[in-house]
């Protein structure tokens, strides 16, 4: 028969060994884990929200405890400075419907005084669209402000992008150039509803630009025909209405 003593050797080192077992798999757990929830740090957006420290560079960066450094995505603002710059909204800026807009360009990003605004959501819809006008006279190589307001229905929730074309009338590929705005869309319920969504053509004429149809009479005018290659959307006022350009003015003077 064994000896008590060493029964209880036997039982108190077997406990030892159970416990530097568990002691073992916990370590190795939470190294699992750890090593798990940093490798899933994929942008600078999920970096922040990890609490790891921000340089205050531009672009912003953030790096990981271990050594992994993530740029804050602001388009490709830096590579088109030297052609257009837009002062709002500023890249990563949480929006709303109506998007005021403000800038300047040099002259030959314009045509006619204006240049097309697009708003695409995170799959690359386009959801709005507008142009910008010049605030100054825009023959010119310098640079001159602009503004433009954009109205669109924004998704529940995520980030989309601010396009802001420079316009070329010509079509050809190589003249054609753009300046991409990464944006957040302000949070919303899923029953909110945008107002104001897009603007149309209407009116027995189509001499009337509105939020929806409306019934006129259908009396003929020389001015309706001026309104067919005109552009109806949404004005600065944050109202529909055909935008004022020197092709519009000069064809409705013609017709007085």
């Known amino acids: 028969m064994e000896h008590p003593t060493v029964n209880n050797r036997r039982q108190k080192g077997l406990r030892q060994i159970a416990i530097g077992v568990t002691l073992f798999l916990v370590a190795g757990a939470l190294y699992w884990w750890g090593g798990k929830g940093e490798s899933s740090v994929l942008n600078f957006a999920e970096c922040v929200a990890r609490g790891f420290p921000v340089m205050e560079s531009y672009p912003r960066q953030c790096k990981t405890q271990e050594g992994q450094t993530f740029r804050e995505d602001i388009g490709n603002e830096l590579e088109k400075d030297d052609f257009i710059r837009v002062s709002k909204p500023r890249p990563n800026t949480v929006i709303t419907s109506p998007l005021k807009i403000e800038g300047m360009a040099r002259g030959n990003w314009f045509f006619e005084a204006s240049f097309p605004v697009r708003i695409l959501d995170a799959s690359g819809v386009e959801i709005g669209r507008g142009h ?102 949404r004005q600065p006022t944050g109202a529909c209405g055909w935008t004022e350009t020197s092709a519009l003015r000069a064809c409705l003077n013609n017709t007085r």
Not at 158 to 180: C, F, I, M, Q, Y
Not at 188 to 203: K, L, N, P, W, Y
Not at 205 to 221: I, L, P, V
Not at 227 to 232: P, V
């Open 132 to 233: 910008a006008q010049a605030k100054k006279d825009w023959m010119t190589t310098e640079f001159i402000p602009f503004e433009a307001t954009l109205t669109f229905i924004a998704p529940i929730s995520g980030s989309g992008t601010l396009v802001l074309e420079k316009d070329n009338p010509s079509g050809l590929p190589e003249h054609a150039d753009e300046l991409r705005i990464p944006v957040t869309f302000e949070k919303q319920s899923a029953d909110t509803t945008r107002a104001a969504t897009t603007c149309i053509v209407t009116g027995c004429s189509g001499q009337m630009c509105a939020d929806e149809e409306a019934m006129t009479t259908c009396e003929y005018r020389a001015d309706y025909a001026c309104y067919r290659s005109a552009r109806c959307e």
